[in-house]
């Protein structure tokens, strides 16, 4: 493989998914083509897979009601995918990603009433901010049922901004745009000290999706996150 060829581990292997279907062949058959999945990383050699397990738009209904309806089959659906990817020590994962599975109470419900060991969080200190949650305090809840962090930096504007392309919004309606790591409004000193002096010593993975030069911009962020991963370790 490429990547062990030039000393480079994969460190998560991560698929969308979609456990809401309309009826239960369709349900049976998503299940069946993530464990596929499941099979691919383990040839790879991967021991970390996200897979997602649900996606609605901020305009259907993503409230507390209609999550508390649906947990059962998320519930059932990753029950049986870690259970099958527990033969090959793989842990699986959701990420708070998506808006309908994106704060941090609804990720860890969903992690404790899994209840499986090996079936934990991608956890993107980034997209709290798409359910309008703080990315400190939504970390700090659910560092604990963390396979991964995933680092990434928006700019967040209010409602009122004016702003044109290039932006997006989160379910409240604040403006949200991809910024380079260290660039933006998240808090990531602070979120780098928290997950360095709770012990963490997992893979930590970087995602830029702002409008610079992917490769000046990934470049760019991986040196900023070096640097607040050494800071972190010069305070604890």
């Not at 040839?43 to 649900?54: I, K, N, Q, T, W």
């Not at 700090?140 to 919004?169: C, M």
């Not at 745009?177 to 990531?188: A, E, F, P, Y």
Request: hydrophobic share 40%; glycine share 8%.
């Amino acid at each position: 493989m490429k990547a062990a060829s030039v000393g480079i581990d994969v460190s998560n292997y991560a698929i969308g998914a979609n456990f809401l279907k309309d009826n239960s062949q369709e349900f049976r058959a998503e299940i069946e083509l993530v464990k596929q999945h499941v099979d691919i990383a383990a040839e790879l050699g991967v021991l970390l897979m996200r897979h997602d397990v649900a996606g609605k738009p901020p305009t259907a209904d993503i409230s507390l009601h209609s999550y508390e309806a649906d947990l059962p089959r998320l519930v059932e659906a990753c029950q049986e995918i870690a259970e099958y990817a527990q033969q090959y020590n793989i842990t699986t994962s959701v990420e708070n990603h998506g808006f309908y599975i994106q704060s941090s109470e609804r990720v860890y419900r969903l992690v404790k009433e899994v209840n499986r060991s090996n079936f934990r969080t991608t956890l993107d200190v980034g997209n709290f901010l798409c359910a309008d949650e703080d990315p400190l305090l939504a970390v700090q809840r659910n560092l604990e049922i963390a396979s991964i962090v995933h680092l990434k930096d928006f700019y967040r504007r209010p409602p009122t901004a004016e702003l044109g392309e290039g932006w997006f919004k989160s379910a409240g309606g604040y403006h949200l745009r991809g910024s380079i790591l260290g660039h933006g409004d998240v808090n990531l000193t602070e979120i780098m000290s928290v997950v360095r002096s709770a012990g963490y010593d997992g893979y930590l993975s970087l995602e830029f999706e702002g409008l610079e030069d992917c490769r000046q911009g990934t470049r760019m962020g991986l040196e900023q996150a070096r640097r607040l991963w050494a800071k972190a370790g010069s305070e604890s």
